[in-house]
């Protein structure tokens, strides 16, 4: 069975940091691309950032550049989102997803990580 578990969203004022992490377990974690994604309220879930296998190859969302760093540690089966200078508009719930490389869509998706950014 596979798990994607999210861990260390929660609340940060305006500027701040926060990184979180996503667990993999049932699969083969170096062989999926792993990326992460999140939903505001009222609003579809969106694209934020994904990373293949070997992290040699990252995308972001326009809106995340510069501020949003993904990566992995294939021997630990996790992935990171490292997030900078937060501002409110950020806050959502952040969901990582895995898939295989060839294939257009996710398969597998994490329950999320609440993440507020707030003074």
């Known amino acids: 069975q596979v798990q994607l578990v999210e861990a260390w969203g929660g609340l940060v004022q305006p500027g701040g940091s926060l990184r979180l992490s996503c667990v993999a377990s049932?699969?083969?974690?170096?062989?999926?691309?792993m990326g992460w994604f999140r939903q505001a309220p009222g609003k579809e879930r969106e694209f934020v950032a994904a990373?293949?296998?070997?992290?040699?190859?990252?995308n972001y969302a326009d809106s995340v550049k510069g501020r949003f760093t993904i990566s992995r540690d294939n021997a630990k089966n996790t992935a990171y989102l490292q997030m900078n200078s937060l501002k409110p508009e950020v806050t959502a719930v952040y969901y990582c997803?895995?898939?295989?490389?060839?294939?257009?869509?996710?398969?597998?998706w994490g329950q999320g990580t609440q993440v507020t950014v707030s003074s």
């Open positions: 997803a895995a898939k295989l490389p060839m294939k257009g869509t996710y398969d597998y």
């Open positions: 049932g699969l083969t974690f170096s062989s999926y691309r």
């Open positions: 990373v293949n296998w070997s992290s040699v190859n990252t």
